[in-house]
């Protein structure tokens, strides 16, 4: 970013929003974006797994413009056809057990909206999340968020009857998944017999792969044990896939790699590839018996984003069956990596949402100075990276479901310079 710019951004804008860094990017294609000095840089930030057709895919601006020069706005007064249509053609991809959609805006915003009709339509007003969890930063949802204690810092009280319990940590917690999944049972386990009884509990909310808490898949044991439970008491399960969902772990949605399926699935980010719009999706007797006025909205469903969803769904068609392939190329470059590299401490992920771990040699300790330096040097080097994790420690690797085979290896040949030069400086 120009220094008259960040000047002119720091004069005007509240610094509670951080920014990675100070570039001021002009224009976007695929998986590229360039600076103001005509820079290029891939971006495997990929706007935190929004834009997972790539950057302005054709189509999708055809969709938005089309639909822009025709109505952007309605505020529920009238009905149109984009937003029917782009709940068609979500629900083409979701899950079996979603059978209608409720548009809203954001990812917090379909948090809060999920949550709200579980306890609405169950009757009941406990809802459980699991540790390391990240579900939004609103007043509501942070109650959900534990990844990382400062979102919730300064805001108490939350909202009551949440309870959070572990999510399995093998890596973090010096343990086998086995043993993870065993001693986040157990937890849960004591949970219901000391704190809330199952009949109680509206809802399980949880990520089947964990995003900002640091990028851990959920064992399938676990969700197996889950499902069992909402089987047994009458619990919803409602899936936040708002980071896993539209092909990132390379299918539709992280939950086609389960056994349990979503009653409440909770959608966004990537719906619309870059136009805000989020999305619950649910059985049609649980919408069914949240009567109407009970929830509401101005933007959600806007009609350009609607009509940009529907067209995303077509290019994201496109990518979704070669992401195995390309998952494989970069796992299989991580482990070689990992095994000359003593900086990584572990890979893990599913699909194209892969964490890298970031250690100090020999250890399982964190190190978040290592991804300070990896990100500000392939910066240098024309690679856009991000971090997660409660210590900022883990490389969220993201790239968009376009990429190619070649990008993908030059974004990694990108990271892996950097580790040798993180590592040449710290021995």
Known sequence: MSSSLVERHERVYAPVITWDSDLEIVAAEGAWVTDVEGERYLDFACGISVVNAGHNHPAVVAAAKDQ??????????????????????????????IEKILFMNSGAEAVEAGTKMARKVSGRQA?????????????????????????????????????????????????????????????????????????EIAAFLVEPVQGEGGYYPAPQRFMNRLGELCREHGILMIYDEIQTGFGRTGTWFASDHYDVKPDILLMGKAIANGLPLSAIGARAEIFDAWEPGSHGTTFGGNPVACAAAAANMGALAEFIPNTSKL?????????????????????????????????????????????????????????????CGPYGNVIRFIPPLCVTEEDLNTGIDALEAAITAYEAISN
């Open 327 to 387: 998952s494989e190329l970069a796992f299989a470059r991580f482990e070689e990596m990992k095994k000359n590299h003593p900086t990584i401490g572990d890979v893990r992920g599913l699909g194209l949402m892969i964490g890298v771990e970031l250690v100090k040699p020999g250890t399982i300790e964190p190190d978040p100075e290592a991804f300070a330096f990896l990100s500000k040097h392939t910066r240098e080097n024309r690679l856009l990276i991000l971090a």
């Open 68 to 97: 822009l020069d025709k109505l952007w706005h309605a505020g529920g007064a009238f009905r149109y056809g984009s937003l029917v249509t782009a709940a068609e053609k979500v629900l083409e991809v979701t899950p079996d057990t």
């Open 127 to 199: 809802i459980v999340a699991f540790r390391g969890a990240f579900h939004g930063r609103t007043m509501g949802s942070v109650t959900f968020t534990t990844s990382k204690a400062k979102y919730r810092q300064g805001y108490h009280p939350l909202l009551p009857s949440v309870f959070i319990t572990p999510f399995p940590h093998p890596f973090h917690w010096g343990m086998t998944e086995d043993e993870a999944t065993d001693h986040a049972l157990r937890e849960l386990d004591l949970m219901l017999m000391h704190e809330i009884t199952p009949g």
